[in-house]
């Protein structure tokens, strides 16, 4: 069932062609676009609950630079991207860099902290993908991640 469902939000969420990265994608679209990655430890992105059962359920860890900003992707045994992180930057990426062609729909507003946090849920049901950005001015913070797609 959970392959399904996988299967089912790739084919919704990257029908049409993107020119980002984004939630969703695989391994080697990213990779063929933005060159080769340098592996990380998955516990440097995650907490270290979902560290292990990530590591555990074969998933991967990368850092890109999209846009002079380091973003971290993690993989699952599929090589399917289910969590993309920025993390401690002086600016936000665009939302679409991580959510890919969901951010061009209206978000459901889950969460709003005025200068500080904004949870943003983007589609509905198992193929939402929540995106959230924190953090302080000057050291700033988002994730996007795919429950549906987590290992």
Do not use: W
Request: proline fraction near 5%; charged fraction near 15%.
């Amino acid at each position: 069932m959970k392959k399904i469902l996988a299967v089912s939000v790739f084919c919704i969420l990257f029908a049409a062609q993107s020119s980002f990265a984004a939630v969703g994608e695989t391994y080697n679209q990213m990779a063929q676009r933005y060159g080769a990655p340098r592996q990380v430890s998955i516990k440097a992105v995650a907490g270290a609950k979902d560290a292990a059962r990530y590591t555990a359920a074969g998933a991967k860890g990368y850092s890109f630079n999209i846009n002079n900003l380091t973003v971290y992707a993690l993989f699952n045994a599929n090589n399917v991207c289910f969590r993309m992180l920025a993390l401690h930057n002086r600016a936000l990426p665009e939302t679409s860099v991580l959510v890919g062609p969901a951010a061009n729909t209206t978000p459901k507003v889950l969460l709003r902290i005025p200068r500080r946090a904004i949870v943003l849920q983007y589609g509905s049901g198992a193929n939402a993908i929540i995106y959230r950005s924190f953090g302080l001015p000057g050291n700033l913070s988002a994730e996007a991640t795919n429950k549906s797609l987590e290992p």
